[in-house]
Structures are given as C-alpha cells and as structure tokens.
C-alpha cells in the first residue's frame, strides 16, 4: 500500500485556486498603492511605504508560487511552518505599509 499512488481527490486542485485567488488580492492591493501613491505628490514617506510594499507583494509571490508548484505532486506535501509564517508576516505588512501610504 506504500507505493500506491495516492487519489488525492479535488483538494488539492482547491488548495491550488485559493492561493491564486489570494495572490489576485495581494496583487489587486499593490496595484491600489501603487495608484494612490501615484495620483497625488509622492512624499518620501509614501514612496517607502510603496517600495517596501511591492516588496512584501514580491516576497508573497514567491511563497504562493512554491506552495502552487508543490500542490502538482501526486503526494502535496504539507505547508511548512515557514512557508505559514511567512505569508502571514507578508499579509500583515503588507496592511501595515499600505496604511502608511494612506496617512
């Protein structure tokens, strides 16, 4: 039974197309910074509110791309403690530097 292949079912498929939905959103947030910034006089505060957040967004890509490509397997693995960390610490900045070019 060890070396049957596993019928993973949709789950995975699922798991798939929530982390695209989720970097859509990331990706709708950095462009909204990055037309906000834009629209109006750029201070320097709002310029390193906008390069720090296209870097979180940048750091979230990678994450959700590594975790997309990992879910192909026929035995995903599990996401690693890490990984976890890491896109919540991306989401959480990403607020954070995105209320700092708001004020």
């Known amino acids: 039974m060890a070396g049957e292949p596993r019928d993973p079912g949709l ?17 709708v947030v950095a462009v909204l910074a990055v037309k906000l910034t834009v629209s109006a006089e750029i201070t320097a505060k709002e310029l390193t509110g906008l390069a720090l957040s296209s870097l979180v967004w940048i750091a979230f890509l990678a994450v959700a791309h590594r975790r997309i490509r990992s879910l192909g397997a026929a035995r995903p693995v599990p996401l690693s403690h890490r990984g976890a960390l890491l896109a919540a610490g991306c989401t959480i900045a990403l607020a954070v530097f995105g209320a700092a070019v708001i004020w």
Do not use: F, G, N, Y
């Not at 789950?11 to 990706?27: G, I, K, Y």
């Open 11 to 27: 789950q995975p498929e699922r798991t798939r197309l929530a982390w695209r939905r989720t970097t859509l959103s990331c990706t």
